[in-house]
């Protein structure tokens, strides 16, 4: 219980609030104490005068009056009236041997116990001794209340500071036992759990968010690597197991190197399919976006335009560029080429024989739009029902099985726009395919 | 010419020591990073061959560790991965030329001959010649027997890498990767169609054919 971070908080604020407590306690007791005690002889000394202006004016006789009749009076102060002698003449008073001005004498109540009195002793011409007294307890029995008040007050925020540091810490350490329940079920191998998200949008449910946001990167490399070892086990398997046959016949009628050429060539094959394979998987492992730098997809396709217009010419067919100015998008130039490259080849492969492509290059057309790139032959097009499957590794339309080609071109485009943030989308122009990358809007 | 081989592959070494030998240049080997290096910076070699992944020190390591101690001969870098990345890492620390394995030796050998260095000209090149055929770099045109060839920008390239290397191999990937900046392997053989125009247009009634194919390995343009 104690090691939960946030009851510790709660203690450590409780305990503050407490000394704070203490201190405001302290600070109040000595300045009231101080003002009551002041308050106390002040009234004291008005006394003091009062019964010098009484002397004055009434002369002795008038002092032992008043002092008679204060005696009288409930609340009172005390008093006490001595002859120069010592002899008590009036009043409750009499202490001979108390010195002049301020003093602490124990004298007894009216109920016979003794009681600290706080005394002020003057004297009136004529050599007469005036002492006027106040009960010295009286300050401490208000410091009693006070402190009562300030104990009253210190419970309360102990009581408060330990419920709600109970609950806070209860309440926290709900959510983060239910983060960590997610984790231990993906640890055990559940990746599919994710974190979940109160809604209420403080720092836990941030971390939520972003743990699941991390946790779903994660699954897409795992989903990634099953794919690339099942593509490898798929794809790979059928022409090694080819060149193995190979192999095997050369081996058995000792033939001439004609075996081992069409063996190298088999072999060429699937590198080149392993190559394209490793590729995929590196540009969906995302790692390429520091590569990035401000690219004109005219550049590129001025490019790959020259050099494959030749070889379109020599089957009859023509291959052009049509830009009107510089389309700008942030990117990875190389992998861009690549993904132009197998798109120009798919369309002049399906198109066939005099087939007619056209690379169109789009500037952004509104603000918060990206430049496009759009690939369009006059070839038959691809089916409505087949245009999403084109895009996963090793599809290949039943049309084109006899033409070469290892599936992977369009995978590959696919996962060049996808660290691109692109959009890649198929349209029918009758007769024909248009293919239509259409990127974001530059930051 | 003389050759540093720093591959720890065994078989890989010895087949590439015999055939680069048959290929007429003189090989030493080492086995192990600490090895070539050693010999990299000891010896005077015309290139070196250094495989990337060797136990203990590194290629790019001991690639950076010559370049650091002023040796400046070519090295031709040798990789098991293909990485897109890994090609970038290898030329900036300091790599001539990068090979992905596995290759084919007629491959290796076209870099390792493109790169030798040949004893550098007296003056600074302004005209490459074959026999009669003559770029001018200045003016970038070309001309075979004084008769004026008009050429695409490309064709003008690829003639111009031919040109450089006359008399050495060169292979469809190399000019695929000067010429076109393509550093993988497109389905179509463009190289082949260009190199048929380009053969077509300097081309000569009766002169015999100066851009020649070598089966196997690439193209050479050398003096018939």
Known sequence: ??????????????????????????VTLLTTRAALARQFD????????????????????GVVQAVRERDRTPGALDYGLLAPGGGAMAGRLSAPGAPLGWSVIAVDDH??????????????????????????????????????????????????????????????????????????AIIDGDLSRRVPVRGGDDELDRLAITLNRMLDRISGLMENLRQVSQDVAHDLRTPLTRLRQRLEASLASPAGPEAVEGALEDLDTILGTFAALLRISQIEGGAR??????????????????????????????????????????????????MLVNLVENALRHAGPAATVRVKCLPPERPRTGAQILVVDNGPGVPAGERARVFDRFHRLESSRSTPGNGLGLALLAAVARLHGAEVSLHDVNPGLEVRVAFPARD | MKLLLVEDDRETAAYLKRALGEAGHVVDHAASGRDGLMLAAGE???????????????GLAILRTIRAAKVKTPVLLLTAVGGIDDRVEGLEAGGDDYLVKPFAFAELLARVNALARRPPPRDIQTALRVADLEIDLLSRSVTRGGRRIDL????????????????????????????WDFHFDPKTNIVETHMSRLRAKIARDGAPELIH????????????
Do not use: W
């Open chain 1, 289 to 338: 976006r520091a590569a990035f730098r401000a690219t004109d997809l005219v550049d590129i396709a001025r490019t790959v335009v020259d050099a494959f217009a030749p070889s379109a010419e020599d089957t009859g067919g023509s291959l052009s560029l049509e830009a009107t100015g510089p389309a700008m998008i942030d990117g990875d130039p190389e992998l861009l080429t690549q």
């Open chain 2, 152 to 179: 695409q920008p490309r064709e003008y390239q690829l003639l111009e890498y031919l040109m450089r290397h006359a008399g050495r191999v060169v292979t469809r990937t190399m000019m695929l990767e000067s010429v």
């Open chain 2, 213 to 224: 194919t070598v089966r196997g390995a690439g193209y050479c343009v050398r003096e018939p």
């Open chain 1, 111 to 184: 109920r016979g116990e003794p009681e600290r009195t706080r005394l002020y002793a003057s004297v009136l011409p004529g050599g007469y001794r005036l002492l006027i007294g106040d009960d010295a307890d009286r300050v401490e029995a208000l410091d009693g209340v006070l402190i009562r008040a300030f104990v009253l007050a210190f419970l309360g925020v102990l009581v408060l500071g330990v419920a709600g540091g109970y609950g806070l810490s209860r309440g926290v350490e709900r959510r983060i036992t239910s983060i960590n329940a997610t984790a231990e």
């Open chain 2, 44 to 58: 005077p070699y015309d290139v070196i061959v250094l495989d990337r992944m060797l136990p203990g020190l590194d």
């Open chain 1, 1 to 26: 219980m104690f090691r939960s971070s946030t009851l510790r908080l709660a203690a450590l604020y409780t305990i503050a609030f407490a000394i704070a407590v203490v201190a405001l306690g302290a």
């Open chain 1, 42 to 61: 002040k009234r004291i000394l008005f006394e003091a005068g009062a019964m010098a202006r009484e002397y004055r004016a009434e002369g002795l006789s």
